[in-house]
Each structure stands twice: as structure tokens, then as C-alpha cells.
């Protein structure tokens, strides 16, 4: 039996009474456990008197009691009255004597409880979906790329657009060698007439030169550079071209597009007719995506939410998490703690709450609305993953059962339910059509949503 007391707009109390039988039966294993492994001078090990053991293994005994059959019997008490813990419930009281029944008393996050505007007054801009007039060049070309292969350039010339340099560096301030890691010189690859992250300075510096050759690039390095000792200051990159390296792309023909292995693909023809397809599909996923994310702005804007500090503190910290990786991905070898400035907080924190906020409406919708997933539902999802990735849908079942996979895939479904509710009650307006101008280039092969997932 168990109660719930609303301590606040965002926190709830639990209170319940576990059985003298199941308390028994929980506090007996826990002691079976530490007798076994406790050890006291002057008994056998498993010999120990019981006194003896419950003297000096109270504390753990009672730790392993809570972490077995007390969290246990507060998750499900929770679930019993239809709410959802936004974070670990905290133990206010728990008491436990051989023989008698458990209290425990226990308080843990909810979303909160707030209310919809008039959803119907929302205007909510959708982007059309535009394909450009070369997009079936363009996409072809990406794929040559994919299938085509690297070859060392053999014979002595200058480099020139199109190679791929493999170059070491090492930084040099006032003739002084800066230190790398461990004073190591570091490797870069650098592709030329492609736009790139390198310094124009250092570009230049390569361009024409030839394998084997040490050149020179004196750079001016922005204030924010993680070389925090010569940020702002003018330093000389010193470059060794390693290698030079050239990618051969293969012919336009009906034999490559049976190379690329696309389904049901035997021709140029249906390689064209493909990746249209699939490119209408992800810009079809594109502005849909970018409408639920207007959608779920829109309305929390007009939406008084208030997050529980605990959850919205932790949810910083996970986003500062993804901030550092990609940090440490783009600055590879280099010091990045300097950049994780308050700036970088704020917008960690910004983009916590706006995370919170989405799932708290969300949560609001598939609560209110009852919105489930059935075996069909999941079937079908299933049936596109395997469309789009090439895996039969009977090996999609399989790694679909475990219990992570499968609640990942029932997430995705119901939150999709959901924004396709609050989409039916809002007010969608057509946006502009871009321009040819304001395209960007594709620079990669289309991939559907599901596929990108995976």
C-alpha cells in the first residue's frame, strides 16, 4: 500500500508499507550475503554468529536492503499512480526491524503540472520542401566520391587542388618551438580547392610545394585559441608534406551504380531515381523536424513551465558533457577547459531548458491524451528502419527485444504521436520558398531519419 503527498508544483512524496514477510525475507539475504564474506578474528569464515554479524555489518546490510527492496517498491509505487521520476527518489525514512513491516518515505522530481494555451491561436511556419535543379548531379557526384579510391602521388610535382596532404606541424613563437603534446608534431590532412578549417595562411603555404618539403606560414591566432600562451599573438607554423595523395573517382556508368549496392538499383537510370528519392525523404525529415522544433518553441513560450533545479542542474552538466566532446573532437591533442567560459554555461543552461520543456510537453500530451504504442506501430517503424538500412525486418525484431532498444524505439513512436496531435491543433503557415542562391551545396549521401540513427 502506498500514498503520494504533492510537496510541490514539481516534487511528490511517496510513503509506503512493505510486509513483515518481504522486509524478512530481504533484511535474511542481505545477512546471508555478509556472512558469508565478513571476516572476524576468532571464527571460521560462515561460522559466525549472527550477532556477531548484524554488530559489524548493520550499515551495510541495511544499504543493501534499501538498494534491493526499497528502491524496487518505490519505483513501482510510482508507476502505481501513473507518475513519472524525473530523478533518483531521495529516502527521507526508512526503517527496518527483523519481524516488523518497513515504512519508507521517499521524494522524487515530476514534470510539473501547467496547462496549454488556446492552441488553435498558435501560427507555427512550416518550411516547404525544395529540391534544387542539380541536386541528381550533386548527389551523384557525393556517391562517386564514396566509391572512389586513394592513390600516393609517385612522381615529383607541386601540389595542387584536389591532392590530399598528409602534413606534420610544430609552432614556433619568436623562433621559440612551442609545446605540443608530449613535443610531439602533429598531423593534419589537408585537401586542396576544398573549403576547409585550416588557416588560409597555412593553405597557401602548401599549395605548390611538393612531398618531402618544409615550408613556412606565419599566422596571427585568434584570442580564443586553446594555445592559451600565444592566443592572439603571431606565430610560424612550420609544414612537412608527408604524402600526397590523390582520389580517383570512378565512371558515370550502369556498372557503378550496381557497385553501390543500393536496393533494387541495376542501372544509372534507378541509381538516379534512388537517391532523389531518398533526398526528397530526408528533406521531407528536415522540415519536419525543424516544424516540431518551432512547434514545441512556440508553445513553450506561451507556457508558464516550472523544472525542478535538481533535473535542470543535471541536465546542464549533460550538455556541458556534449559541449566538451565536440570541443575535443574539433581541438584533437589541444586544452579545451578554457573554453568552457560562462558563456558556455549559460547556453548549456539555456539549452537545458529548453530540452526539459519540450519533454515536459510531451509527456503532458501522451499523459492527457493516452497516446500508446501498439505491435503494429512498432512493425511498421521497424518495416522503414529495415527499408532504409538494408536489414531484414526479422534481425530488426531480434535487436529490438532487448529492453533498451525496444524502449528507445516506443519513445521515438510516442513522442511522434504526440507532436502529430499538437500539429493537429495549431495553425500551420506556409514559409517562403529559398532561393537557388541560398542553397547549401550536398555535401554528403541522403540519409532518412532512422537511417541517421542507426
Known sequence: MSTIEEVSNTKRR???????????????????????????????????????????????????????????????????????????????????????????????????????????????????????????????????????????VEEDRPTQDGDILEVTYQIYHENKLMAMKKGEKTAISITLGQPNKFFPEIVSAVTG???????????????????????????????????VRVREMPDLDDEFAKDTGYPDVTDLASLKDYLLKIYKTQLEDDSRNDFHYALLAKIAEATKI???????????????????????????????????????????????????????????????????VTDEDMDKELTLISFVTGHPVMELRRVYKDDANAQALKSKILNTKALDYLTSQVKVVEAPLPSQNDLEPIIQEPQLESQRAE
Request: glycine share 2%; hydrophobic share 40%.
Open 14 to 152: 511517496v510513503s509506503l508499507e512493505i510486509s513483515a514477510e518481504d522486509a524478512t525475507k530481504a533484511f535474511n539475504e542481505a545477512y546471508e550475503y555478509y556472512a558469508k564474506s565478513v571476516t572476524v578474528k576468532g571464527f571460521r569464515p560462515g561460522k559466525i554468529p549472527k550477532a556477531v554479524v548484524l554488530k559489524q555489518c548493520n550499515a551495510q546490510i541495511r544499504k543493501r536492503v534499501l538498494e534491493t527492496l526499497i528502491s524496487d517498491r518505490v519505483h513501482k509505487a510510482i508507476k502505481e499512480h501513473d507518475l513519472v521520476s524525473l530523478s533518483a527518489p531521495i529516502v527521507e525514512k526508512f526503517t527496518l526491524v527483523e519481524g516488523e513491516p518497513t515504512i519508507c518515505v521517499a521524494t522524487f522530481d515530476v514534470y510539473p503540472t501547467f496547462e496549454f494555451p488556446d492552441l488553435s491561436t498558435l501560427e507555427v511556419p512550416k518550411r516547404p520542401i525544395f529540391i534544387p535543379e542539380d541536386a541528381v548531379d550533386q548527389l551523384l557526384e557525393v556517391t562517386r566520391e564514396k566509391q572512389s579510391s586513394i592513390r600516393t
Open 209 to 243: 610545394a611538393r612531398a618531402g618539403e618544409t615550408v613556412e606560414a606565419n599566422v596571427e591566432l585568434p584570442k580564443d585559441h586553446p594555445f592559451r600562451n600565444v592566443a592572439g599573438k603571431l606565430v610560424t607554423f612550420r609544414l612537412t608534406i608527408n604524402s
Open 306 to 372: 516550472e523544472l525542478p533545479e535538481s533535473i535542470l542542474e543535471s541536465e546542464t552538466q549533460s550538455v556541458l558533457k556534449k559541449y566538451r566532446a565536440n570541443l575535443a573532437k574539433h581541438y584533437k591533442d589541444q586544452p579545451i577547459e578554457h573554453l568552457l567560459n560562462n558563456e558556455y554555461a549559460a547556453h548549456a543552461r539555456a539549452d537545458a531548458v529548453s530540452n526539459l520543456t519540450q519533454e515536459a510537453i510531451l509527456e503532458k500530451v501522451i499523459q492527457t491524451q493516452e497516446i500508446t
